[in-house]
């Protein structure tokens, strides 16, 4: 049955901290969507914090209502949806343990029928997310974010937000040539990141390109892409400008603003969604909250579109 509706309509200072004031289960049983944290920073490569991430992104959560202003798509109506807390991390100084629970935790999320929404985090948690949900077949991916993620290590750990990409491919969990990664930009002391993407078949839209081609064309491109293929969205908050998302580990001039951003995940509509996550909200480096607003945001216009795809695909 739907998600209880009333606890919602209440004045959104009141209440327990839940993602989008939903209530709080125990696990994803009986779930059509399952929102979850993942307050986990030990594989950044510079500024620490996005374990606050999902304490942050619950608190700004509260401010979002029910009905979206655009498509009229309430999700509670929709899905049966809750909150079912953080994944319970007891060895977060060991990276591959990390990556292990999250990956268990998941996979129960799924093995229950429910589609996981994750709020990290740094990016790092996407590797065993796509474990969990890539593991009875590979999976496309929709990567926005200003870096490709696909480092091989970073000194000398192979587990770290750099390479989130490189892992699941090498695992096998995600269709290279099914992935597109947007709004990539900034520096790097190499080429291996992109030479790594574009040899594996990865298609690469850096922010020049989404620029000149405009949001309405990148859409078209990733649908075309993907087509019905079951597919994964990770949003790394440092796609948008730092303008617009000062708190993160690592800003990177040029990106998007939040505008640009709901209208290119809002045009993603109606595809095949397995999962999703908004990673890299660093509350520590926020100001006045509009980082972890705007990353609640997203997740709400992601929830949209996963009960839709949980309730009619």
């Known amino acids: 049955m739907p998600t209880p509706t009333a606890p919602l309509l209440n004045p959104r200072f009141m209440g327990i901290p839940t993602f989008m004031r939903l209530p709080h289960a125990e696990t ?54 809750a909150d079912i807390g953080d994944v319970p991390l007891s060895r977060m100084y060991d990276p591959q343990g990390t990556a292990d629970e999250i990956e268990a935790f998941i996979g129960a999320v799924v093995a229950a029928g429910a589609l996981p929404l994750s709020a990290g985090g740094d990016h790092s948690v996407s590797y065993p997310i796509l474990k969990a949900v890539g593991k009875d077949r590979p999976v496309a991916l929709i990567q926005i974010d200003a870096h490709a993620d696909t480092l091989d290590t970073f000194h000398g750990s192979p587990l770290n937000h750099g390479s989130p990409f490189r892992r699941a491919n090498e695992a096998g969990v995600i269709v290279p040539d099914k992935t597109i990664q947007i709004g990539i930009r900034g520096s790097h002391n190499g080429t291996e990141v992109w030479d790594y993407s574009e040899k594996t078949g990865m298609r690469i839209v850096f922010m020049e390109d989404a620029v000149e081609m405009g949001i309405d064309a990148v859409i078209e491109e990733t649908r075309e892409l993907i087509g019905d293929h079951p597919v994964y969205l990770t949003f790394d908050i440092d796609a948008l400008d730092p303008a617009f998302a000062p708190g ?66």
């Open 28 to 81: 994803a049983e009986g779930l059509d969507v399952a929102l979850l944290g993942i307050p986990y920073d030990g594989s950044v490569t510079n500024r620490a914090g996005t374990r606050h991430g999902p304490r942050g992104l619950r608190d700004m959560s509260s401010l979002t209502r029910t009905i979206h202003h655009r498509t009229r798509v309430n999700p509670y109506e929709l899905a049966t949806i």
């Open 248 to 313: 993160t580990g690592t800003p990177e001039i040029g990106g998007f603003t939040t505008r640009e951003a709901l209208k290119l995940v809002r045009g993603l509509r109606g595809l095949n969604f397995v999962g999703a996550d908004v990673v890299e909200v660093s509350p520590p480096f926020d100001s006045q909250g509009i980082t972890a607003l705007a990353g609640a945001t997203l997740m709400f216009e992601l929830l949209c579109h996963l009960a839709e795809t949980a309730t009619t695909g």
